[in-house]
């Protein structure tokens, strides 16, 4: 990982790319959101109406968002707020995603699991994006070049359920494309196909670099050209407002993702000089 630039170097602001910041407004939006609807925001759900305490960890998810939101601005919180959103992230997706998703698997748990997979993701490169110049003689296993590839490999593999919903759910993926594109079949299987296809080659290390820019690019364009047009025109249920809202965060998770491959190659395999 190429060591960043740092524009704020004399500021009591911290933030590394604009992807950071981007992802931290948006962070703190979604734990207002949490609040505003008193149940989890989407991406956190689903989370079983029986589950042990539930209400207590609504609240307590909208405030870490909250707070690690407002952290990640600032240069003396910004550290701690990364690794505090991560740990939380990791123990929702290691002792609630993949193990509902292994005793129940359906397209709610495997879903839900890609998802919290991407945003972890995005979130442990962020982490080390902050940290990298206090820790780059390896201190934080999170952040060496061990930790980074497991992360990007944890982003690849989240992507790649999300590219078969295409072709497994076609007739509720076709429906979406809007009507001026046309060859609605098309587009699904094509971005079907791309979710794939990134997932793979940031996976494995192989043309990341780009894969991760054009997958960046093409959620925020699902974004942009289906979900938000929609919203507007107040075709969406209650479901299709969560996506809206789940897209959003995925596209600022998968932008970070992207800039941590800032100095690596375009094209060809990964190099493991950060």
């Given at each position: 990982m190429q060591e960043v630039d740092r524009p704020y170097e004399n500021s009591e602001i911290s933030i590394v790319t604009v992807s950071h910041g981007v992802f931290a407004v948006v962070l703190i939006g979604w734990g207002i959101l949490g609040l505003i609807k008193g149940d989890f925001a989407p991406g956190w759900q689903p989370v079983p109406e029986s589950f042990p305490g539930r209400m207590f960890l609504v609240y307590i998810t909208a405030f870490l968002c909250m707070a690690c939101g407002t952290g990640l601005l600032f240069r003396r919180s910004a550290d701690m707020a990364a690794r505090v959103l991560l740990g939380w992230l990791m123990a929702w997706l290691l002792l609630l995603r993949l193990p509902w998703m292994v005793l129940n698997f359906s397209v709610g748990t495997w879903w839900s699991a890609s998802s919290t997979a991407i945003i972890t993701a995005g979130v442990w490169l962020l982490y080390a994006q902050i940290t990298y110049d206090r820790d780059r003689h390896g201190s934080d296993f999170l952040v060496g070049d061990k930790g980074?590839?497991?992360?990007?490999?944890?982003?690849?593999?989240?992507?790649?359920?999300?590219?078969?919903?295409?072709?497994?759910?076609?007739?509720?993926?076709?429906?979406?494309?809007?009507?001026?594109?046309?060859?609605?079949?098309?587009?699904?299987?094509?971005t079907g196909g791309a979710f794939i296809a990134a997932g793979l080659a940031?996976?494995?290390?192989?043309?990341?670099?780009?894969?991760?820019?054009?997958?960046?690019?093409?959620?925020?364009?699902?974004?942009?050209?289906?979900?938000?047009?929609?919203?507007?025109?107040?075709?969406?249920?209650?479901?299709?407002?969560?996506?809206?809202?789940?897209?959003?965060?995925?596209?600022?998770?998968?932008?970070?993702?992207?800039?941590?491959?800032?100095?690596?190659?375009?094209?060809?395999?990964?190099?493991?000089?950060?």
């Open positions: 980074v590839r497991i992360a990007r490999a944890l982003f690849g593999l989240g992507l790649i359920p999300i590219g078969l919903a295409h072709f497994i759910y076609l007739d509720a993926t076709a429906p979406l494309v809007p009507s001026w594109l046309q060859w609605p079949v098309f587009w699904s299987y094509f940031t996976t494995f290390g192989v043309f990341a670099r780009l894969a991760s820019i054009l997958v960046t690019v093409q959620i925020g364009l699902l974004t942009l050209i289906v979900w938000i047009p929609l919203a507007f025109a107040g075709h969406l249920n209650a479901f299709q407002w969560g996506e809206l809202e789940v897209s959003i965060v995925l596209t600022c998770c998968a932008w970070v993702v992207a800039d941590s491959y800032r100095g690596t190659r375009w094209v060809g395999a990964e190099s493991n000089n950060r």
